[in-house]
């Protein structure tokens, strides 16, 4: 099978294809820029954005690495789910392998070590048909569908199986990666194994905007990592379509929506906050009329006073220079939710931490960067020093307010 490697943000050299595998990655949802190089009908440069991961188009394969490298951004998405702090050892596997194998040898291994003392059960309500009283009769069926007959009896009761919501998502997980087209013989025997543990559990399609969650005790608690990895698969983008008679399939995650859940949380957890108090805002209004309408990544709530905002911004910029307009953007926050100042944070590499005093006005912007190499830990000491800066931030807005 033809193969193409590409990397975030960077252009490929010219590569052959045809006209129904150019109309294929033309969709919108794979990001692709593409470029005629013009030495040759039908070759092309291709540039990925920030989407990366598999995608199959008939034959052709093309695989996008993250310039971060798979094992981080695998890092930052677990913490991102349930602060699951997965280190970069654990997703240690050859560099050749493309994202939907890692993940797969990753769900793996922590199903492994999840099911090492057996599969959790749980009690699960049931209705049925009997001839024999089980649980409860439900008197009211029994006479609404059966009045005068005896026979089958109507009953609810709860029955202890392991065909529960964990188990669910993790052979729902597995299914979805199972799918598609793996390179690694290895990763595509243990997903068999996974799926042969969970013979006995019903199969659900779970959409990706609506992944349920789980709660933790000491119970569960074993199945925090299997978890994280189950709903980080069944959350980003299965990509299905048919064009023509050519297929295209695919695994993606796209970095803008990782590194602003990871910030997120991480902020959230260095202020020592709750999800109601830090979070991505609601919809405000730029205009006393209503009809402008804004939506910031990150806000901090006093009760309904908002004390500061920001934005959290992957994408990537030239010569390091932050675009007007995100300085615009973060301004109408500011502006909207009567604040002295907002901060933009991007990943280091991307833009040059800088604070930006507006004229004719006491606010200010200011932009910081988020280094992403090293350790998660190494990550969340960075964090906790930025969430200083979101502190210092929110003082001064309540400083003002109480003045006032």
């Not at 399939?249 to 999800?275: C, H, I, P, W």
């Not at 908002?306 to 307009?325: H, L, S, W």
């Not at 004229?359 to 912007?365: A, F, G, I, M, Y």
């Not at 910081?368 to 979101?390: K, M, P, T, Y």
Request: neutral net charge; glycine residues 6%.
């Amino acid at each position: 099978m033809p193969k193409i490697d590409l990397q975030e943000y960077r252009q490929s050299e010219p590569v052959s294809l045809s006209l129904t595998e150019l109309n294929a990655l033309k969709a919108k949802e794979l990001s692709l820029t593409i470029t005629p190089t013009g030495d040759a009908e039908g070759t092309y440069y291709l540039t990925p954005s920030s989407t990366v991961g598999a995608l199959e188009v008939g034959d052709l394969s093309v695989l996008i690495e993250p310039k971060i490298g798979i094992p981080q951004l695998l890092s930052l998405a677990c913490y991102a789910i349930d602060k699951v702090e997965f280190q970069r050892e654990q997703f240690d596997f050859p560099d050749e392998y493309a994202l939907p194998d890692v993940l797969a040898l990753a769900l793996a291994s922590a199903a492994r070590r999840a099911f090492t003392c057996g599969l959790l059960h749980g009690y699960r309500m049931k209705e049925e048909e009997l001839y024999t009283v089980r649980g409860r009769i439900r008197f009211d069926e029994q006479i609404r569908c059966r009045f005068g007959i005896p026979l089958p009896i109507e009953v609810r009761y709860d029955e202890f199986t392991d065909d529960i919501l964990a188990n669910r998502l993790v052979k729902a997980a597995a299914y979805r990666l199972g799918r598609m087209r793996l390179y690694s013989g290895k990763a595509r025997t243990d997903l068999g194994w996974v799926a042969g543990m969970l013979d006995n559990v019903s199969l659900i399609a779970f959409p990706p905007k609506d992944v349920p969650e789980i709660k933790f005790d000491r119970l569960n608690a074993h199945y925090r990592e299997v978890i994280a990895l189950s709903q980080l698969i069944l959350r980003h983008n299965a990509y299905e379509a048919d064009r023509g008679k050519v297929r295209t399939s695919g695994f993606l995650m796209d970095m803008n929506k990782v590194f602003q859940e990871f910030v997120t949380v991480a902020l959230r957890e260095a202020l020592g906050l709750n999800e109601r108090t830090f979070r991505e805002s609601s919809i405000c209004s730029l205009d006393e009329a209503g009809r402008v309408h804004l939506r910031p990544d990150l806000t901090w709530w006093d009760g309904s006073d908002c004390t500061f905002v920001g934005d959290a911004k992957y994408k990537r910029i030239e010569n390091q220079q932050v675009p007007n307009a995100d300085l615009y953007q973060l301004l109408a926050y500011v502006a909207a939710l009567g604040l002295p100042g907002g901060m933009l944070i991007y990943a280091k590499g991307e833009a040059k931490p800088v604070v930006h005093k507006i004229r004719h006005s006491d606010k200010r912007l200011e932009v910081a960067a988020l280094d992403l190499s090293g350790s998660l830990d190494e990550i969340l000491a960075r964090v906790r020093c930025l969430a200083e800066q979101v502190r210092a931030l929110r003082d001064e807005a309540r400083g003002l307010r109480r003045a006032a």
